[in-house]
Nanobody, 126 residues
């Protein structure tokens, strides 16, 4: 089974940029839809972005459209989240997740994703 490990989080000023990376182990990475979610203190885990197994379809939360870009490199079993124009409201733990059920639909609910990384903290200071 695929295991996921996020990296790239940190502290950045309002308006800054960060790039998160999620490295996957396992040989079936390209068949999994991948998603990024985030969870702020005291709040539920919410959808940020998702990308289909082939990389041909993407989806974004309205709150990050135009600022965040999700991509993947199946040869390197990696999914990236490029974050720009960061705001204090983007502060959260960011999680990488995989939907291993090989469905066609690219879903945005965390309940569709069955493999999760440990998370990486992103803090945006004002």
């Amino acid at each position: 089974q695929v295991q996921l490990a996020e990296s790239g989080g940190g502290l950045v000023q309002d308006g800054g940029s960060l790039r998160l990376s999620c490295a996957a182990s396992g040989r079936t990475f390209s068949s999994y839809h991948m998603g990024w979610f985030r969870q702020a203190p005291g709040k539920e885990r919410v959808f940020v972005a998702a990308i289909s197994g082939s990389g041909g379809r993407v989806s974004y939360a309205d709150s990050v459209k135009g600022r965040f870009t999700i991509s993947r490199d199946n040869a390197r079993s990696t999914v990236l989240l490029q974050m720009s124009s960061l705001k204090p409201d983007d502060t959260a733990v960011y999680y990488c997740a995989a939907d291993s059920r090989q469905r066609y639909r690219l879903l945005t609910t965390p309940f569709a994703y069955d493999i999760w990384g440990q998370g990486t903290q992103v803090t945006v200071s004002s």
